[in-house]
């Protein structure tokens, strides 16, 4: 069973930065859209950005846009999240998630089918 495990949350002033990384336990290849999802206690989860498996066409959410870049390296298994500009509002529990696909497309965004996830990373942001 594939498992995600993320590292790189904290607490961070506004402005700030963070990066976060999620890696698999083992070989992804390229059939495996990802994505970075972010949930708040009594909200509902939303999904922030997703990346083809072949590392291209990133989607990001309207909130993140132009803050936030996604990336990731399949040799090395490795999912990044790399968040600038950092805002209060940006304060969650931050999950990666996978979902194999036909060719590693993610097609849509977001997609509400990733099948696997990890245990999240808190992400604070003080003002």
């Known amino acids: 069973q594939l498992q995600l495990a993320e590292v790189g949350g904290g607490s961070v002033q506004s402005g700030g930065s963070l990066t976060l990384s999620c890696t698999a336990s083992?070989?992804?290849?390229?059939?495996?859209?990802m994505g970075w999802f972010r949930q708040t206690p009594g909200k509902k989860r939303e999904a922030v950005t997703q990346i083809n498996g072949g590392g291209e066409n990133p989607r990001y959410a309207d909130s993140v846009r132009g803050r936030f870049t996604i990336s990731r390296d399949n040799a090395k298994r490795t999912l990044w999240l790399q968040m600038n500009t950092l805002k209060p509002e940006d304060t969650a529990m931050y999950y990666c998630?996978?979902?194999?696909?036909?060719?590693?497309?993610?097609?849509?965004?977001?997609?509400?089918?990733?099948?696997?996830w990890g245990q999240g990373t808190q992400v604070t942001v003080s003002s």
């Open positions: 083992e070989d992804i290849g390229s059939n495996a859209c």
């Open positions: 998630a996978l979902v194999y696909t036909i060719n590693g497309y993610c097609l849509r965004f977001p997609r509400d089918d990733f099948k696997y």
